[in-house]
């Protein structure tokens, strides 16, 4: 190879790669742009002939890329092929490198063959999850995956679930956590919905606020600090009448009296360092956020924050856009830098900010 070249992918793109060499099937696929993603090929050159091309992606405020799919040309054998490949995926990774990342996943169909040779080159297999695509549309082959960190974390385990419906963020991330302490077994779809019914403040399809979050730890002999820089109710944007605004505030009071028992609160804007300080004691805690600047969707979200390595949050986002293309790799992990969080880790207007902290 004697050019590299990273392409960003636009409405144009499906044509120009089929037109350098790149599979028809796969020019569409990769050529498709989708929401807010970063989304390239990189193509490896021998003078004029396309010999191999990378499909990569990631979200935006986020310091991780993602190697979706890698194509060779079919002239070149199998050991030219490999080394093409490593090539290309050595380029990726000083690429990403230079530009401050802090990992970069590579993600494999169940039977790809090239697992054992990333592997052999510094890659690290993960687990793949028992719940890793929505429901009750989950795909047969839900891919495998390896990472290689920019600088080696210790991390400690905590499982990954990709919540079941739209509106249990908050109970996946909860029982994640909840997992990762070792206080249940493992996460499951029951205990998800269980804890949802436990933590939601109104019926219906309704999101779970931080006291019920709490409340639902409590349930699992486990202990919650509730962070709330207001005490007003929270989570009514999507409440159209009075009387369900009425419902859901006495029914957020009921909550909150609930978790003061179960747990501290604390009404206070606490800053991300603040947050670094919990996770690095040891502790884990369920983030909202908004998700209108990963996911282009204005809508409250939790996630699990468990660590903080090479300037990055580390957190388990049980979300993913799978009609856009994302897999569990991609909420797993998942490495945030401190300001990105600052701008993500907020709320509705006026902004308000919360978390719940898990003690073992």
């Known amino acids: ?46 003078d004029d002939t396309l010999r191999a091309a990378a499909f990569t992606s990631s979200r935006p405020l986020t310091a991780y890329l993602k190697i979706g799919a890698t194509w060779t040309h079919p002239e070149s054998g199998p050991e030219a092929a490999e ?24 993600q494999y169909h169940p039977s790809d063959p090239t697992a054992a040779s990333d592997q052999a080159a510094g890659y690290t297999p993960w687990h793949t999850p028992q719940m890793a695509t929505p429901l009750p549309s989950a795909s047969d082959h839900v891919p495998t995956g390896q990472v290689r960190w920019r600088t080696e974390p210790n991390l400690r385990p905590f499982p990954y679930v990709r919540q079941t419906t739209e509106f249990t963020c908050g109970p996946a991330a909860l029982s994640m956590g909840l997992a990762g302490q070792g206080l249940i077994d493992s996460p499951s779809r029951q205990l998800e919905i269980d804890m949802w ?14 006291y019920g979050l709490a409340v639902a730890a409590h349930h699992q002999q486990a202990y919650a600090d509730v962070w709330l820089s207001t005490e007003d109710t929270i989570l009514t944007e999507d409440v159209s009448t009075d009387a369900d605004r009425d419902l859901k ?11 003061k028992n179960a747990g501290h609160h604390v009404t206070a804007w606490f800053a991300i360092d603040e947050l670094r300080t919990i996770v690095d004691s040891g502790k884990a805690a369920i983030v909202l956020i908004d998700e209108d600047q990963m996911h282009t969707e204005s809508c409250p979200h939790w996630i699990l924050v468990h660590a903080y390595h090479d300037g990055a949050f580390i957190a388990h986002d049980p979300w993913t856009d799978s009609h856009l293309g994302e897999s569990w790799l991609d909420g797993y992990n998942l490495p945030i830098r401190p300001e990105a969080l600052e701008r993500l880790a907020q709320f509705g207007d006026p902004p308000y900010r919360s978390m719940v902290v898990l003690h073992v």
């Open 197 to 210: 019914r436990q933590a939601t403040s109104v019926g219906g399809h309704g999101g779970c606020d931080p």
């Open 249 to 259: 505030a006495f029914v957020q009071q009921d909550l909150r009296a609930a978790a």
């Open 83 to 106: 080394h093409l490949r490593r090539q290309l995926v050595g380029a990726i990774e000083e690429r990403a490198w230079k530009r401050g990342l802090v990992s970069v996943k590579i």
């Open 1 to 46: 190879m004697n050019r590299i070249e990273e392409r960003h992918i636009d409405a144009n793109s499906a044509a120009a790669l089929a037109k350098a060499g790149v599979p028809d099937e796969l020019a569409r696929t990769w050529g498709s742009p989708a929401g807010v993603q970063d989304r390239t090929v990189v193509l490896a050159w021998q």
